[in-house]
């Protein structure tokens, strides 16, 4: 499947059912992604067995968000067919599925959703077609139910499996008609995850269980500031470790090689390296901050505004001022990074826990020297990702490896290599200012961002730096929103949520801050500033009405509340906290979530408490330091996850809806630390403007 060639639609599928032995249709996914060059061309495909079997190769991944699950339901939603007959494999890295191949953004089900419909449908209308010519009737006197094709006159039936071939040399249609809301049978039931039984039985395979005849294992000594060299190396001592077979310097590090990873780890700490460690080693986390405070005396690019709210601060008798500050951030998934990797004189293949298959595959294609036809990227299950594993840096290091050493190479990352070597949240800082109208609602609020950018800045901004703050949807007069790019030299990119995560907090507190200065209920000054965002008012008056907001709570408790719209999906968050003796308990949040056409319910309300639990982590817990360019937090005994005794009750209530579909799984991670901070401040009249929480915050 890694190698299409360019053919036209209908000789594909005529050759790809003969090479299947069934019905194979072809369709697209990620239209808008695909260039000119791959606009005509297949990039995944459906495959009906004539054992019955309905197989769905797929370009996504898997990491625990339900994609797997959730693709198939909407393919068989159209396709009519056994749900217990359900297979999906990931393909190969292909052209066909557009410019860039992977899972981010939470986009797996809402940039497919049309396309898996229409190709369920398009294979169920050629299986009809194909059972009503065997039985000399019109089509239109035949149904699809439960991989079957039934004739409606006589109530004979035809299996799936036994219409595959001849319905494979069927033309498909154009134009498939897809079901009514109204017929479904899956979607918007909470079906059991696909998944789950082989990752119970343990035949689920990840990254980390690859095995293959011959390999060897890495680990990589890498310089511990960022972007320092390797100046030289003593390997005589590693080399003496039993089971080390090989010290190779590659261009990140020196790279052990053993026969087993125990003894790889074993001859990495024998390992003698000098680093030239660079320019980073003068940065430290005050360093940075001080860079951040002094950006806020001067203009930065204009991300948004709106009226004159200079002007109108100017005028105002009575000024709400705040500074927010948020540290780099880990992404720590729980299956440490690692990738196998063989490398041939005319051959490489790769297999990865990886999030971005393309990313993977370019950058085996640049360490080889290979043509990107020679090259397959293999797919496989991810213990967490939450963004890391869609940078290649670990698959790279892989393929340089087993390209030196001449054998297949599993390179694995020690959870000190994960923490101290990562590609980071930004650290980011912002400034507000803002006043009221003369009856006390907000009427002007400005902000100035500080922090590291990376996915490109033009005309100097970065969209994740100012997203969550830039776009907020409330209706206040004056608005001015501008932003500083501060270069660290510490790597950053993608966490779940991106910069929501982090702006949400600083945006949401602040405009806690306003209601209060003006003496009016949070929740009220957000009912009155969103009378153009119905969809966001529509999940707070859901969230208000379950959590009783406005209900009397006991002393030391108190309710806060969050709203934020990101990755197509609108929330709103409600939690309640107690602080007691200095000591800060969650006990409850209430989500309510409009994210449009819902697959799974079950899915969305696990996704939905899983981001809530990875938010309130990092504003409990969650912190990057760094101190003469290194990272200072080494293990989770420093960078602490959250336990089951701290997790609250999470409420998850679903607004029904028909809009296009949202992403799921970085929804409700911005949210949930705003939330809190503003029930501490309820409970106690303390403001938290600092993550993560402090115990000073609390006395």
Request: with cysteine; aromatic share 6%; net charge positive.
């Amino acid at each position: 499947m890694s190698t299409l060639q360019n053919v036209s639609r209908r000789g594909f599928l005529r050759a790809g059912a003969a090479a299947a032995s069934g019905l194979m249709i072809g369709f697209r996914l990620g239209d808008s992604t695909a260039d000119a060059a791959t606009q005509s061309k297949l990039n995944a495909f459906v495959h009906v067995g004539t054992d019955d079997t309905v197989t769905l190769f797929i370009h996504k991944a898997e990491m625990g968000q339900g994609t797997v699950t959730s693709l198939s339901m909407l393919l068989a939603e159209d396709l009519e067919c056994d749900w217990k007959k359900v297979r999906t494999e990931f393909p190969g890295v292909s052209r066909e599925y557009g410019a860039m191949q992977g899972v981010f953004g939470s986009a797996s089900v809402r940039t497919s959703y049309d396309s898996l419909r229409k190709a369920g449908a398009s294979a169920r209308e050629m299986l009809v077609q194909a059972a009503a010519a065997q039985w000399g009737v019109d089509p239109a006197k035949c149904r699809a139910e439960n991989n079957t094709v039934v004739n409606t006159a006589t109530n004979a039936r035809l299996t799936y499996g036994s219409l595959a071939d001849a319905a494979s040399k069927l033309t498909p249609p154009a134009s498939p008609a897809l079901k009514d809301p109204s017929q479904y049978r899956l979607l918007g039931k909470p079906l059991k995850r696909l998944d789950t039984p082989s990752k119970v039985d343990g035949t689920a395979e990840f990254g980390i269980d690859v095995r293959l005849p011959g390999m060897l294992y890495a680990v990589v000594a890498r310089c511990p500031v960022f972007g320092g060299k390797v100046k030289s190396f003593d390997d005589s001592k590693a080399k003496a470790v039993p089971g080390v077979k090989q010290v190779v310097r590659i261009s990140n590090g020196v790279a052990v090689v053993a026969d087993n990873t125990w003894s790889a780890m074993q001859g990495r700490r024998a390992l003698a390296v000098e680093f030239d460690e660079g320019a980073v080693a003068a940065m430290s986390t005050p360093l940075l901050t001080r860079t951040f405070i002094e950006k806020m005396s001067q203009p930065g690019a204009v991300a948004r505004k709106e009226g004159d709210a200079e002007a109108a601060l100017a005028a105002a008798p009575h000024k709400i001022e705040a500074s927010y500050q948020v540290p780099f951030l880990a992404h720590a998934p729980m299956e440490p990074l690692n990738c196998t990797a063989d490398v041939k004189p005319d051959h490489c293949a790769v297999w990865a826990s990886t999030q971005g298959q393309s990313a993977a595959k370019d950058i085996a294609v640049r360490v080889t020297g290979l043509k990107p036809e020679a090259v397959e990227v293999h797919t496989l299950y991810m213990g967490g990702g939450f963004g890391r594993r869609a940078g290649a840096d670990y698959i790279g290091e892989a393929v340089e490896v087993s390209k030196a050493v001449g054998a297949p190479v599993k390179l694995t990352w020690s959870r000190e290599d994960d923490l101290q070597q990562d590609l980071y949240r930004p650290a980011s800082y912002t400034r507000f200012a803002g006043a009221l109208d003369p009856d006390g609602w907000p009427a002007v609020l400005t902000s100035r961002i500080a922090c590291p950018p990376f996915g490109g800045v033009r005309n100097g901004l970065s969209r994740t730096g100012v997203e969550g703050v830039a776009d907020l949807q409330y209706a206040i007069p004056h608005m001015l929103v501008d932003y500083h790019a501060v270069e660290s030299g510490i790597p950053v990119s993608y966490w779940r949520s991106v910069g929501y995560s982090q702006n949400t907090f600083f945006a949401e507190s602040f405009l806690d801050e306003l209601a209060a200065a003006g003496k009016k209920d949070p929740v009220e000054v957000r009912r009155r500033l969103l009378g153009k965002s119905p969809r966001l008012l529509g999940v707070l008056e859901l969230a208000a009405s379950k959590s009783e907001w406005g209900k009397p709570m006991p002393t030391g408790h108190g309710r806060g509340v969050s709203l934020v719209n990101n990755i197509g999906s609108y929330t709103a968050q409600v939690a309640e906290v107690s602080v007691v003796n200095g000591k800060l308990r969650v006990h409850r949040v209430v989500c309510a979530v409009d994210c449009g056409r819902v697959v799974n319910p079950a899915i969305l309300e696990q996704q939905i408490q899983s981001g809530i639990a990875f938010g309130l982590a990092a504003a409990l817990k969650g912190g990057i330091t760094i101190e003469r360019g290194r990272v200072q937090q080494s293990n989770f005994h420093q960078y602490d996850v959250l336990r089951i005794d701290e997790m609250p009750h999470v409420e998850v209530h679903i607004v029904a809806s028909q809009n296009a579909s949202g992403g799921i799984g970085e929804a409700s991670t911005p949210g949930i630390a705003p939330a809190v901070c503003n029930a501490i401040f309820a409970a106690t009249g303390k403001r938290v403007r600092q993550l993560p929480i402090r115990p000073a915050d609390l006395a």
